[in-house]
């Protein structure tokens, strides 16, 4: 449920104080975390500025109109949500949403009263939008009465959310879902992919953004729609590999976020297959951490035993192993731990969901903090695993 704060929170209250000073033409942002140790990004106003602009056309901002702020303002998320209200004179609605059973965390304090009105715009992680959504629909409410363009960030899909959309019904007031792909580097996303209605499979880049994938491991060459006549003549066959992007965001410098695609040349858009730093390279296997997470996900549903892999609190590594080079490791914080079956977890217990290659090998109990924001993971490096 929605909770209206009666106020801007004080770090949102600051950002906007400083995005105001005309004078400051250079801001700092806090990388998640999420990959790698978190870091400072230094991004100009213009940068900014484009990224706000990229997506107005698909997204629709408009002034008067009403957009959310749960995002926490110290994030990319929250920010570029005040930087879009304040660019296009939007009304900033301050809220808070209750997780229910998608978080350990209390529900907000009642003293803030429910909201109730439309928004046309609202930006959510996954998993946050997961838990909204269900809400409404247990009321019986119509998502379309209620809001008009749901952006979601942070994070892959969910399946959970993919499935429950499938659902919706499709009469009623028009509204939209899009997933953005992007990062603090880009100062938010720099391609959409609609989840409702009509659901799309790949990415659409943002207008005037160059796509291109590394064209392999040991060479700088660069493979895209406009350099690789090849790739068109061959669509069926479509080209793979690390991406590359260009643009204005970027001041036209090509920009690698450690990013695993599959282009489409024909349509300039692409298919996300995983991180390239979160790979693991097991007996000569090479596993793509997020897709075994979401073949997870998708399936645990459908077996009992396996409900509490429902949880966001957890997540897939690699680990060092002295026979297979590295191994599957299912990092979970104490509190998921305590709550599962005494029975021994096996290897085995994943074979609905997982081929025998990957099966998570070792157990690793991680901080509770790696889970503190919603929908987020602050993934250790492997050096940090193996000391737990």
Known sequence: MLYLLPELPAAAQAFLADWKDKGRNVFEFQTSGTTGPARICQLSRQQILHAAASSQATLGWAAGQSVGLVLP???????????????????LVPLALDLGRLSNKPAPPTEHPPYTRYLDHLSLVPSQALALLQHWLDQGMDPGERIGTLLL???????????????VPAEGRPWRVFL????????????????????EPSYTPSPGLEISIEFNSDSDQESSPESNPESQEQPHNPPTGPLIIRGPVTNQEPLRPREIVRLNPLEGTFEWLGRADLTIQSGGHTLLTDELEAQIRQKAGDYPELSWLLSPHWYLAPLQDPVWGEQVALCLPLSL??????????????????????????????????????GKVRRLDPKALALL
Request: hydrophobic share 40%; net charge positive; aromatic share 8%.
């Open 73 to 91: 303002a110290t994030g990319m998320g929250g920010r570029m949500s005040l930087v879009r209200a304040s660019v296009y004179g939007m009304h």
């Open 153 to 167: 960030g942070g994070g892959p899909e969910v399946s959970d959310l993919r499935k429950m959309l499938e659902r």
């Open 180 to 199: 953005g792909f992007g990062m603090t580097e880009t100062a938010g996303h720099f391609a959409l992919r609609r989840l409702f209605p009509h659901p």
């Open 337 to 374: 731990l305590e709550t599962l079956p005494e029975a021994p977890l096996r290897p085995d217990i994943f074979a609905p969901c997982l081929p025998k290659a990957a099966y998570p090998r070792y157990l690793v109990v991680v901080p509770e903090d790696a889970f503190a924001i919603a």
